[in-house]
Structure formats: C-alpha cells, structure tokens
C-alpha cells in the first residue's frame, strides 16, 4: 500500500496550492482519507479528511479556505488551499483509514511553506 503526496513548494502568503495524493495498493475508494500537517517543532495535527461518499470535516484553522476532495475512481485525493497563511507552513500528508476511526495508511509528506 503507497500513499504519494505531491503538489508542495513556496508560495506567497494569500496564493493558492493544491496537494495532490496518488494512492496505490489498495482500494481506498471505500474508506475515508484525510490529510494532516506537522509544523516545525509541532505535534501533527488534522487538517481535513473526507468520506467515500464525499462528506468533509475540517479543521477550524482551514475551513472556509481549504477544500478536499478526492477521485475514486482514479485512487487520488486533493486538497485545493487557499488564501495561505504563514502559519500553514508545515509537511503535509495525505493518510488513508486501516480500520473505522484509525489512519493505518500514511504517505511520505510534501513541504508546503507559506513567505510572509
């Protein structure tokens, strides 16, 4: 099971990116996927997930500016982020639930930093 995180890089406090999350290995068309983040010298945190049939959850730091989104029939998940901040500089990862209510599946992680 392979989960590929794509779509990091620098961009300018306000911009836009879209993270993109190749999965393989495995059907996850099933089953919940969300993406998290991990801050410099910060625990990870949830950033949003969403449900096979396309129901979301965010957290209260991104909603209204981040959207996920996911392609089942392709394997694929998204997140489209917008009006970035400086404090959504972090590695970002895209993870797939194992079981009800538990992320088993992670991927390597894809750098997204924000300049003031």
């Known amino acids: 099971v392979q989960l590929q995180a794509s779509g990091g890089g620098l961009v300018q406090a306000g911009g836009s990116l879209r993270l993109s999350c190749a999965a393989s290995?495995?059907?996850?068309?099933?089953?919940?996927m969300g993406w998290f983040r991990q801050a410099p010298g910060k625990e990870r945190e949830f950033v949003a997930a969403v449900t096979w049939s396309g129901s979301t959850d965010y957290a209260d730091s991104v909603k209204g500016r981040f959207i996920i989104s996911r392609d089942n029939a392709a394997n694929m998940v998204y997140l489209q982020m917008n009006r970035l901040k400086f404090e959504d500089t972090a590695v970002y990862y895209c993870?797939?639930?194992?079981?009800?209510?538990?992320?088993?599946?992670w991927g390597q992680g894809t750098l997204v930093t924000v300049s003031s």
């Open positions: 993870a797939g639930q194992s079981s009800p209510g538990t992320y088993g599946y």
């Open positions: 290995g495995r059907t996850f068309s099933a089953y919940p």
